[in-house]
Nanobody, 124 residues
Framework: QVQLVESGGGLVQAGGSLRLSCVASGRTFSTYAMGWFRQAPGKEREFVAR????????YYADSVKGRFTISRDNAKNTAYLQMNSLKPEDTAVYYC?????????????????WGQGTQVTVSS
């Protein structure tokens, strides 16, 4: 069982930055792919970014490419999402997730564990 706890959300003006953190329990963190998803009111949960456990390969949604950076520190059991040049349309609850055995890790179904979410609000 893996427990995930996100932090770092908040209110920021457009053009600003935030860094989200996701701390995982357990001793097998490095074997999991870590992903970030977001969900805005009335919308489905959407993929934002992921980093694989096997080789730290990263992949981003087109909407955040060049603005967001996903990373991980296996020694701290923590994944990060650095968000720069934030836009009002980035406003959502952001969730981190951990999964193993998947392929692309761009859909929620490839993840086994989820955090409780952290709110990000970008004002115009």
């Amino acid at each position: 069982q893996v427990q995930l706890v996100e932090s770092g959300g908040g209110l920021v003006q457009a053009g600003g930055s935030l860094r989200l953190s996701c701390v995982a329990s357990g001793r097998t963190f490095s074997t999991y792919a870590m992903g970030w998803f977001r969900q805005a009111p009335g919308k489905e949960r959407e993929f934002v970014a992921r980093i694989r456990g096997s080789d730290d390969n990263t992949y981003y949604a087109d909407s955040v490419k060049g603005r967001f950076t996903i990373s991980r520190d296996n020694a701290k059991n923590t994944a990060y999402l650095q968000m720069n040049s934030l836009k009002p349309e980035d406003t959502a609850v952001y969730y981190c997730a951990a999964g193993r055995g998947g392929s692309y890790y761009t859909t929620p179904y490839e993840y086994d564990y989820w955090g409780q979410g952290t709110q990000v609000t970008v004002s115009s």
